[in-house]
């Protein structure tokens, strides 16, 4: 059975999916007095991993495991492709547009979300008035529901009568 979606539902989805575009799509920067997590700078000795310290290929291809050098990363994010981090950067201007298109759709679906919380049939409401209109509303659900029974109530006598003239007319 398939769960209906609704704008909570959806908001949490699009926080979810900018914050996981940010984390797969973001440039490293480096942060003053904090230690380089850039898996491709080696301005640090704790920062290079142990692979990259396996010397590349002869033919200029890097060896598998030793990070990619400028050019690379700049063809795979032309491309599209991931880095061995699943890191794909984009350029900084393209970045900024998307954080700012992401940053809109979320505000539009907070906007959403607050019309219907806004339009919710108990708010503005003291308890004890939501209690006398659910009141209100069962007792004209008995009403309707009384209409209804005799109404198929009349249906069944009219295919009696109906299936009465139908069995003389055959009989005839």
């Known amino acids: 059975m398939e769960q209906p979606i609704d ?3 959806q908001l949490v989805t699009q926080m979810y999916a ?3 575009y940010i984390q797969t799509h973001h440039n490293f920067a480096s ?3 904090q230690p380089d997590m850039n898996p491709y700078s080696r301005s640090q000795p704790g920062s290079v991993p142990p692979s990259a310290l396996l010397p590349p290929e002869s033919n200029g291809i890097p060896a598998a495991g030793s990070p990619p050098t400028a050019q690379t990363q700049q063809a795979n994010a032309q ?3 991931e880095d061995a981090t699943g ?3 984009d350029p900084p201007d393209v970045f900024a547009e998307a954080l700012t298109e ?3 759709d979320l505000v539009v679906k907070e906007q959403q979300v607050e019309l219907l919380i806004d339009v919710l049939p108990g708010i503005g409401r003291s308890e004890a008035e939501q209690v006398a209109r659910i009141r209100e509303l069962e ?3 008995r009403e309707v529901e009384g209409r209804r029974q005799e109404a198929v109530r009349e249906k069944e006598r009219c295919v009696e009568r109906l ?3 139908i069995a003389r007319v055959r009989r005839v």
Request: proline content about 8%; charged content about 15%.
């Open 31 to 33: 942060i003053p007095s």
């Open 18 to 20: 900018s914050i996981r």
């Open 139 to 141: 007792g004209r659900l």
């Open 79 to 81: 491309n599209g492709t």
């Open 87 to 89: 890191l794909r950067p």
């Open 102 to 104: 992401l940053a809109q």
């Open 7 to 9: 704008g909570s539902t």
């Open 163 to 165: 299936d009465g003239v």
